[in-house]
Nanobody, 120 residues
Framework: VQLQASGGGLVQAGGSLRLSCAASGRTFSRFGVGWFRQAPGKERDFVAAISWSGGSILYADSVKGRFTISRDNAKNTVYLQMNSLKPEDTAVYYC??????????????WGQGTLVTVSS
């Protein structure tokens, strides 16, 4: 499975962005997918995860109520809708497949990151 994250950019605090994670491979619909983020000088942190069917979802406490993860298996794509963005959401965002949990090591496949910058 190859993953391609996109949709990052510069946005003012309070604004919104939608990230996309497009996957190649027919087995993508069988994988859970997670979003992670890494700010400069910090560790990569869990943001959200969605099960293969979309029926189960996890969020980090810091984004709960502001971010929404979803997937369209027909398009081999997972989305992360980010609303009410804060400067502390600034980071490189990565999508990963093959797991459905919070630890970074639970995922087998990683995409390149997409940079999200939130200005105050």
């Amino acid at each position: 499975v190859q993953l391609q994250a996109s949709g990052g950019g510069l946005v003012q605090a309070g604004g919104s962005l939608r990230l996309s994670c497009a996957a190649s491979g027919r087995t993508f619909s069988r994988f859970g997918v997670g979003w992670f983020r890494q700010a400069p000088g910090k560790e990569r942190d869990f943001v959200a995860a969605i099960s293969w069917s979309g029926g189960s979802i996890l969020y980090a406490d810091s984004v709960k109520g502001r971010f929404t993860i979803s997937r369209d298996n027909a398009k081999n794509t997972v989305y992360l809708q980010m609303n009410s963005l804060k400067p502390e959401d600034t980071a490189v965002y990565y999508c990963a497949a093959g797991g459905y949990s919070r630890p970074v090591g639970s995922y087998d496949y990683w995409g390149q990151g997409t940079l999200v910058t939130v200005s105050s």
